[in-house]
């Protein structure tokens, strides 16, 4: 969880890195599944929910992070996901969704960020009619 809060937002500072364990946590209410299985879900394609993992694993992920000093901050934060989500600010105003500006995925046309927060725009996105998530 920590290495893919560094891997999404570590360049971003702590503002940045607590708005995507934010998103992380909205997608753990979403599902009702763990924090964990929310950052490493993919699809059959193996496309990952959070872009960091894509062409890595995370194991790799934590070796490539774990001396950096944003992964101080990225444990602290992923700890919090972890045992007191209610400490998380909601700077994201429940955004379960997120991208860097200006990149304008598919999923983000025509909406409009609920909030941006250093280089990332945030967006809720409710899940379509019968389906139990919308990511």
Known sequence: IAAVIAGEAANQGRAGMVAVAEVIHQRVLESGWTPFRVVTHGNRR??????CLNKTTP???????????AYAIALELAQLVMEDPDRLPDTTRSANFFTRRGENPEWARGRKPVVVIKNHEFYRIPANAGATRAW
């Open 46 to 51: 193996g496309i990952y929910a959070f872009s």
């Open 59 to 69: 194991p790799a992920l934590v070796k490539k992070w774990h001396l950096e000093p």
